[in-house]
């Protein structure tokens, strides 16, 4: 039992992390039908950005906020302005393949401009483990898991509760209607991609201790993103959420109780089962086909 | 078919048989390579670019064609039924992959068959007892048919070349039948060709299972080619690099495919002299392309000619409406 609820714990935390980055996709989808194949890169990179603020002096929270600032303008804006625009007409194969194309770019262009070689991240926290029920829990994965759940209240409030958020859910459930009522749809579709910039930095932030900053920590991760919103479903923010939550533990009660080699494989066999069975996912709406 | 293309086929045909008389054994080993390669993308083409199925399988699908053949000629049988095998066994698991496709669409459908690459990718690493495991499998010998050697790196190179033929014809001959016809209407508008009394179900199973077949025979050859496999080799880097191929020769095209395998396996090594940036110019290059011509090279040949105004013969207006050009 001890162990379960340490598994269970951990298994949370990088169930939040992953439902971080799942959030970030399914708002991209949503407001513009992007599917982002380099998600994961766009995970694995902020901790670069970090880390080279640390080696031009900064203290460490400082590189945080330039790391966010940066992911932001260069994987929200740029990517907005010279990926994704001008493929939008093209539909929506060009794009998927221009995003794998960027997050092959994405890597190569971390292992050559910084390091091939692993690198060591600073912690949140200071690692010391407290005693539950007998249970060894570390204060990692607390923190992990508080600042993972207060980004993801923060946007609940922000899309659920503010004129904002509110305008931006009306572009991505109506974009034409939206346009009529006045809302500037555009800058909404826009406001999103700043949003995932600074989800993915947030999880940068949050996964690199426990993974160490290296080039390929999006390959996992990207995958875990998109199994996570489709698990959930695509067009629901809730449901990356829960997706997240979901694999997160799995992966880990799995690995411990049923296989370890096959850890990789449980998520997937999920995954076919909801698309065979639910393919609008856990808590998504049908999206009707058109003729 | 225009003068044109004639003329660009007879071209292509001609060095694709003089070529290795004038290259040293690694450049025969890329152009072998080329020809593996083509097999599995025109396979992917027909998939993804006349029927409209996104698959992010075929890498998968290479991998077991490779590892058949490996398995079965190192269980001593003859080459020929190893090949035939492993073309049957692909087809099969691709109709059976196919059955997510009449459910699901698009992003979906890549995502279930980019599940099955992972899966096959673990299989092929854990099942120590049958596939040795990250050890992979090593000294898989080239067949010798009718008394003829293929050991050489030039012989090789023909029956690979011989073999591509022979398919590629097959798939042609298949594209101008009512099964192809078919195939298209399939991506154009399913639901038109339901209504007109298509079997939709079974020709969406069919372009996967025919599909897939093309993908297991050229892992088939991929094998004896370069005649040690392990795991790694057959990841979702594999099955985006084919899609990728595809996608930059033109898909939808017949020749597409033979033209984004020639450019994946030489662009590498043309860009040798960037060293290591190769992969970050390629990104890039492919990005580039997907914003200002997202139909492929081929797409793009296509419309310069278009424009310095060269004299087609009037097409077929079938023909046209397929959008298979060239």
């Known amino acids: ?291 | 078919m225009n003068r044109v293309g004639i003329i660009g086929i007879a071209i292509a045909a001609v060095s694709a048989a003089a070529l290795p008389f004038f290259l040293k054994p690694f450049g025969i080993y890329l152009i072998s390579m080329w020809v593996v390669l083509t097999i599995a993308a025109i396979g992917l083409n027909l998939t993804l670019g006349y029927a409209g199925q996104v698959s992010l399988a075929q890498g998968a699908f290479v991998g077991i064609g490779a590892y058949s053949v490996a398995l079965l000629t190192q269980a001593g049988w003859p080459y020929p039924a190893a090949f035939i095998c492993a073309g049957l066994l692909c087809f099969g698991i691709g109709w059976i992959l196919g059955y997510p496709a009449l459910r699901v669409q698009h992003h979906y459908l890549a995502f279930v068959t980019l599940a099955f690459t992972t899966l096959v990718f673990l299989v092929l690493r854990n099942e120590e007892w049958l596939t040795h495991g990250i050890y992979g499998i090593n000294g898989i010998v080239r067949p010798t048919l009718f008394g003829w050697s293929t050991n050489g790196a030039r012989a090789y190179y023909f029956f690979s070349l011989g073999t591509l033929t022979v398919l590629a014809a097959g798939t042609w001959w298949m594209l101008r039948s009512p099964w192809g016809r078919a195939f298209i209407a399939l991506r154009e508008n399913p639901i038109r060709a339901l209504s007109l009394g298509l079997d939709t179900r079974r020709y969406t199973l069919m372009a996967f299972a025919i599909g897939s077949m093309l993908g297991g025979l050229s892992g088939a050859l991929y094998a004896p080619l370069v005649q040690f496999i392990e795991p790694n080799s057959f990841t979702l880097g594999l099955s985006f690099n084919l899609l990728l191929m595809v996608i930059v020769g033109g898909s939808g095209k017949f020749f597409g495919p033979f033209l984004g395998a020639l450019i994946a396996v030489l662009l590498p090594e043309w860009m040798r002299i960037t060293e290591g940036y190769y992969l970050i110019i390629y990104a890039a290059l492919i990005m580039v392309m997907m914003a200002f011509c997202p139909y492929g090279v081929l797409g793009m040949l296509e419309r310069a000619l278009k424009a310095v105004g060269v004299r087609r013969d009037p097409p077929a207006p079938a023909l046209q409406a397929e959008g298979t050009g060239l």
């Open chain 1, 1 to 291: 039992m001890a162990s379960f609820i340490q598994l269970l714990v951990s298994g949370l935390a990088t169930g939040a992390i992953y439902a971080l980055i799942a959030v970030g996709f399914t708002l991209l989808w949503q407001t513009s039908q992007t599917i982002n194949f380099a998600q994961g890169e766009f995970v694995m990179l902020p901790a670069f950005f970090i880390l080279a603020a640390m080696n031009l002096g900064a203290p460490f929270w400082l590189a945080a906020l330039i790391g966010i600032a940066v992911s932001i303008f260069i994987l929200g804006l740029i990517f907005k302005i010279v990926i994704v625009d001008p493929m939008l007409r093209h539909g929506v194969l060009p794009l998927v393949i221009s995003t794998i194309a960027l997050s092959l770019f994405l890597k190569e262009v971390a292992k050559d401009f910084y390091s091939s070689q692993a690198q060591p991240f600073p912690a949140l926290v200071p690692s010391t483990d407290i005693h539950v029920f007998g249970a060894v829990v570390s204060t990692q994965s607390l923190a992990v898991l508080a600042v993972a759940i207060a980004a993801v209240v923060a946007l609940h409030l922000l899309l659920n509760k503010t004129r904002l958020g509110r305008c931006m859910q009306a572009t991505a459930q109506n974009p034409t209607l939206a346009r009529i009522l006045g809302i500037p749809v555009r800058r909404m579709v826009l406001y999103t991609f700043l949003i995932n910039g600074a989800l993915v930095a947030i999880a940068s932030i949050l996964i690199s201790p426990i993974y160490l900053a290296k080039f390929t920590n999006g390959e996992t991760l990207g995958m875990a993103a998109f199994l996570a919103a489709i698990i959930g479903g695509f067009n629901q923010v809730r449901g990356a959420i829960l997706g997240g939550i979901i694999l997160g533990i799995l992966d880990n009660l799995s690995a411990a109780y049923i296989s370890s080699q096959y850890r990789g494989a449980f998520p997937l066999l999920i995954l076919v089962g909801v698309i065979l069975l639910r393919p609008q996912g856990l808590l998504g709406r049908i999206e009707e086909r058109t003729v």
